[in-house]
């Protein structure tokens, strides 16, 4: 008897005298003790056992990055952003708007009155983040850029998001009204940095004018584009979701003054982008949700501003 089938037996047919095992008066033992008669592979053949194979993960989140590209991304952010912060600093010490040996205190002022500092420096910053993106997915991974990304035009195919682009965009702006009315009684520590930065008029216009224009593109590339992908398939759908979630609101955590209501109810937003990312299978989804939502918030920011300025009821004379 040998491993190969030289005892002319076909799969289907029934095994030979030669295969059955001697007859025996004693009973035969259950089918799980059994010892399997013959050549292996034909009793194999003859009895295959159910095999269970892992569905794969959907498309959208099977991209070509890992963990390493992730911390060589983190790396180089981080250097990145102390890199922009030493050449504007050091512009303006040269043109001497602020001192060479400038206090934390003093430093702090400084950047929350300038907006080319404040907003300048993080537009460069992010357009920095992009280029490591687009050099490594491009290059090193040979895969096209925006679409790696998630950023796909939404499909009438897929039933489990609708497919026009309003939609998103005014739930957005649905779920930034009932941020605020969850939130009316919560407010940021009196010296938190969005509050300095919200005092200066010029400031603030600039800070609402990148929360539209150019928060929603980079955040939502950054966040559900290139990490949620990572996270979801290594963790799972519902662990990267909650994951990429909690990581966008501690991220504004530094802006609210880690006031923690605040940092709870944009954990909720992060999640909620993140759902409707997956679902849709498309960052453009949770793009448009997003810049609707920032859109509220700078509508309304603008009109305070302006109301602030212009709308001040004179008081009688006595």
């Known amino acids: 008897m040998t491993f190969f089938d030289d005892n002319n037996f076909t799969y289907g047919s029934q095994p030979s005298d030669a295969l059955a095992p001697a007859a025996s008066s004693t009973p035969a033992l259950p089918a799980f003790n059994e010892v399997p008669p013959g050549d292996p592979f034909t009793y194999g053949a003859q009895h295959p056992q159910p095999y269970k194979f892992a569905a794969p993960p959907p498309h959208d989140i099977q991209v070509p990055w890992s963990w390493g590209h992730l911390l060589s991304f983190a790396g180089f952010g981080f250097c990145a952003l102390v890199f922009v912060q030493i050449i504007f600093t050091a512009y303006y010490i040269h043109a001497k708007a602020i001192s060479s040996h400038p206090t934390q205190k003093e430093f702090q002022q400084f950047a929350l009155t300038k907006p080319v500092f404040a907003i300048g420096s993080m537009v460069l910053w992010y357009a920095l983040l992009f280029f490591f993106l687009y050099l490594t997915l491009t290059f ?38 009932l941020v605020m009315l969850i939130t009316v009684s919560v407010k940021a520590p009196e010296h938190a940095p969005i509050q300095d930065l919200l005092k200066n008029r010029n400031m603030a216009f600039a800070f609402m004018g990148m929360a539209v224009l150019v928060a929603p593109l980079v955040e939502e590339t950054i966040f559900r584009g290139y990490l949620f992908p990572l996270l979801a398939r290594w963790f799972g759908i519902m662990p990267g979701i909650i994951v990429t979630g909690v990581l966008f609101g501690l991220m504004h955590g530094y802006q609210l003054g880690w006031a923690w209501k605040l940092v709870v109810t944009l954990v909720g937003v992060g999640i909620i982008l993140t759902i409707v990312r997956s679902r849709a299978e498309s960052t453009f989804a949770s793009f448009l949700m997003h810049l609707g939502y920032n859109s509220v918030i700078a509508f309304l920011g603008t009109l305070g501003l302006i109301f602030a300025k212009y709308g001040k009821i004179p008081t009688p004379p006595h």
């Open 140 to 177: 090193f991974y040979r895969t096209p850029f925006w679409q790696s990304l998630g950023w796909r035009k939404l499909s009438r195919e897929n039933r489990k998001a609708p497919a026009r682009p309003w939609i998103y965009f005014f739930l957005g702006c649905g779920l930034s009204l």
